[in-house]
């Protein structure tokens, strides 16, 4: 059993959540940090011990993955989802973002038109523009507190020459499992439109509340333009390892992309990083299940705290990752939200417009932290509500 309720002081480790709070919201006062996608919690002990050991051989020259390696995150895939994934489809990487960037230079040209599904993890944008490609943006339809895909218009836009789609399941912001069904028309609409399909599932270990995790590796049809990108980072807490992976199954886009990433003397992720990888693979599985029962608390402690006391804020209907997007724009602040939440209630949320223009008034909410931090954050915004709207109920 382990426990996800005791908090763990990260003040003093170097981390980004924590110890540059103050500079990234502009303050000088202690707030309490919901926003950078990074748990509070400590990672499985087997991954501990897996590193104090490695640590103890004392030599830490050049490393790769090895065949082991491979196999461990393949074998993760297998058992966790039924996904049949050989090992030689995995290419290990330093995260996320760094092979997204690498992938575009791969498969596409200066100029060609890219499309994200707005609102949308920031540096998506900035991947896309710094690459010298255009960004197309086909925003997600907001209804009933939730979001949905805008097939014709992604059909439309597609139409006009896209190139590729890099996509976002589970969706950040918004907190969206994607269904079976959403899963085969966007699959249908890249192979009718020759799109590559980047499909970001970092957080797809982590669906809740029964919503199935459907990867795009289930569709076998779209795998010659398939790229999906995968980390332990978010389920296991191990964000500041660096280590990601990409599942690709085709050999030619493999090769493509590889070959970008080699020609920047990017290789394997460093030693730590794949022996915690390895280990989270391995052994993970039991406190997984722990971690998302405890969020899955945490996220009804969420909605349920702010239908009592701050009914006009609407919560979007949370689906999966420990990212909760939520719409404050009943207190009328407009372009000074985020800013009074700082400096009013001293919690720092992720600001919702940096996500694209649909994000203004929402603030993303990392609930990978104790209840206890989570109440304690909700009851100084709370203040700020009943101030704001005199306490309203409606």
């Known amino acids: 059993m382990y426990d996800f309720s005791i908090p763990v002081d990260r003040r003093n480790t170097s ?30 002990k087997e991954v501990k011990e897996a590193l104090i050991h490695r640590a103890e051989h004392g030599v830490y020259g050049y490393t790769f993955a090895m065949s082991d390696y491979l196999q461990s995150v393949a074998g993760w895939y297998q058992r966790e989802y039924g996904l049949d994934v050989k090992p030689e489809w995995v290419c290990p990487t330093y995260g996320v973002v760094t092979a997204l960037y690498f992938s575009i230079l791969a498969l596409t040209e200066p100029g060609d038109p890219i499309m994200v599904n707005t609102p949308i993890y920031d540096p998506f944008y900035a991947i896309v523009r710094n690459t010298g490609r255009t960004l197309v943006e086909s925003p ?16 439309e836009k ?6 590729m789609l890099i996509f976002c399941n589970p969706h950040n912001p918004t907190g969206r499992v994607w269904t079976r069904e959403e899963m085969k028309k966007v699959v249908d609409l890249c192979n009718k439109y020759n799109v590559y399909l980047d499909s970001d599932e970092i957080h797809g270990d982590l669906a809740l ?9 289930e569709f076998p049809e779209v795998y010659d333009k398939l790229s999906v990108y995968t980390a332990p980072g978010k389920t296991f807490g191990l964000a500041g390892m660096i280590a990601s992976n990409l599942l690709i199954p085709d050999e030619n886009v493999r090769t493509a992309i590889d070959g970008k990433l080699r020609g920047a003397w990017i290789m394997s992720p460093n030693i730590f990083g794949l022996v915690a990888a390895q280990a989270a693979y391995d052994h993970g599985s039991e406190w997984l299940k722990e971690e998302k029962a405890y969020l899955e608390g945490n996220s009804r402690f969420v909605t349920e705290y702010i239908e009592k006391y701050m009914p006009q804020v609407q919560v979007t209907k949370h689906e999966g990752t420990y990212l909760m997007w939520i719409d404050f724009s009943c207190l009328g602040l407009g372009d000074d939200l985020y800013h009074t939440l700082v400096e009013e209630c001293r919690v720092g949320f992720g600001e919702g417009a940096q996500y694209g223009e649909a994000g203004k008034n929402f603030v993303r909410v990392n609930i990978g932290c104790s209840r206890e931090l ?10 700020l509500y009943e101030e704001r709207t005199g306490g309203a109920n409606k």
């Open 15 to 44: 981390s980004i959540k924590w110890d540059r709070a103050k500079g990234k919201f502009h303050t000088d006062k202690d707030i309490i940090p919901l926003w950078i996608a990074d748990v509070d919690f400590e990672s499985p």
């Open 140 to 155: 997600l339809i907001h209804r009933d507190n939730s979001y949905f895909l805008d097939f014709d218009d992604m059909e």
């Open 158 to 163: 597609m139409k006009q020459g896209v190139k």
């Open 209 to 217: 509340f029964g919503h199935p995790y459907i990867s795009a590796l």
């Open 374 to 383: 989570l109440e304690k954050a909700l009851e100084s915004v709370r203040k």
